[in-house]
């Protein structure tokens, strides 16, 4: 079910490299306050979607927009600056920084302070640096690993990294929150805990945008979702109309 107003609307995207058409003609809308998932095999052009829509590439045709206003063509910082965050399917935290660090890096669309407010470290850089960290800091208690604050993000476990990547996405004050198989690599335990702590963005008034293999993840908590298959979308819908769905059963699920 739709929760509210249309926050992104995406109409007929395509996208090729070279020969191969990664994208074909999709179109779908995602409504505020959605958890909102894309699901498909391996090549299916998930991620290439996801691409487009944070301005890592550009759309061949079509267009999508954010809020009402059209943002296809834009660069990553435009993008995160109207309110897309991202992580991606293979972990790209700063390895050598550490975690309270990575999440601050996050804030770096939002400040204010100029090349000469760091350097002379005025009052109100010193303050907007305060705020900074004190903003870091709630996110990484936020997404429960406040206790490796100081820890460099190498040496966190693969989940901790995981969520380390949410936190960071999060200081970026984003409306639409994407996420890239953010569950990868976890244990049962871990993708539960996960779930839960994406409910907990979603209930903050955060819309996500989730690319996710773990079907019982996908079908737990999202309201609405899109299955693509060779970069066409072949159905929309609440995950019981999905897993109905032949195109579905067929391309994705194996058959029956």
Not at 59 to 83: I, Q, T, W, Y
Not at 243 to 253: D, F, Q, R, S, T
């Amino acid at each position: 079910m739709m929760q509210g107003a249309k926050l992104l609307e995406v109409e007929h995207v395509s996208k090729n490299f070279g020969g191969l058409a990664a994208l074909s003609n999709v179109s779908l809308t995602i409504c505020q306050g959605e958890i909102y998932a894309l699901i498909g095999p391996n090549g299916a052009g998930k991620t290439t979607l996801f691409n487009v829509l944070t301005g890592i590439c550009r759309p061949d045709s079509g267009n999508f927009r954010l809020n009402g206003v059209e943002m296809g063509g834009k660069k990553p910082s435009a993008m995160a600056e109207a309110g897309i965050a991202r992580t991606f399917q293979n972990i790209r935290l700063f390895s050598n920084m550490s975690a309270i660090e990575n999440v601050m890096v996050g804030r770096h669309c939002r400040t204010k302070a100029g090349i000469l407010g760091a350097i002379f470290k005025d009052r109100a850089t010193r303050a907007e640096e305060k705020s900074i960290r004190e903003k870091a800091a709630h996110l990484l208690e936020y997404t429960g690993i406040a206790r490796h604050a100081h820890m460099l993000a190498r040496n966190l476990s693969y989940g901790d990294q995981r969520r380390l990547e949410i936190a960071r996405a999060l200081a970026t004050e984003p409306l639409l929150l994407a996420l890239d198989e953010p569950a990868a690599g976890m244990n049962h335990s871990e993708t539960d805990s996960l779930g839960t702590l994406l409910e907990a963005i979603r209930a903050d008034g955060i819309t996500i945008l989730l690319i996710e293999h773990d079907v019982k993840l996908v079908m737990g908590i999202c309201d609405r979702l899109a299955v693509l298959n060779f970069g066409e979308k072949i159905a929309e819908g609440t995950p019981t109309e999905v897993g109905k769905n032949p195109h579905v059963i067929e391309a994705y699920l194996g058959g029956s």
